[in-house]
């Protein structure tokens, strides 16, 4: 099992900017793929971005594409998310998450591995 401990959330204003960490430990856990999701108050766990073994193929969701950016460090085994004009809708708790396969994917379901999440708030 791969443990995960997010940090880096707060409470910001519009526009603001905010990069949250994810520590993995583990077993190997540089030679897998890595995700963010977020889930709001009410609403289901949703994808943020995946970025793969290298860090050399990411994918994101379209509601952050060009905002967002996701990267690893793999010789300190912590994945990055760099968040860049946040909006109020960017408001939830993130959860870094570990799937046991290199590649990117997008679904809950595809990772095996959670941390305990970090509240993110953005205000107008």
């Known amino acids: 099992q791969v443990q995960l401990v997010e940090s880096g959330g707060g409470l910001v204003q519009a526009g603001d900017s905010l990069r949250l960490s994810c520590t993995a430990s583990?077993?190997?856990?540089?030679?897998?793929?890595k995700g963010w999701f977020r889930q709001a108050p009410g609403k289901e766990r949703e994808f943020v971005a995946s970025?793969?073994?290298?860090?050399?193929?990411?994918a994101y969701a379209d509601s952050v594409k060009g905002r967002f950016t996701i990267s690893r460090d793999n010789a300190k085994d912590i994945v990055y998310l760099q968040m860049n004009s946040l909006k109020p809708e960017d408001t939830a708790v993130y959860y870094c998450?570990?799937?046991?396969?290199?590649?990117?994917?997008?679904?809950?379901?595809?990772?095996?591995?959670w941390g305990q999440g970090t509240q993110v708030t953005v205000s107008s």
């Open positions: 583990g077993r190997s856990v540089s030679s897998y793929a």
């Open positions: 970025i793969n073994w290298s860090g050399a193929d990411t």
């Open positions: 998450a570990h799937r046991n396969g290199p590649n990117v994917r997008r679904m809950v379901i595809d990772y095996d591995d």
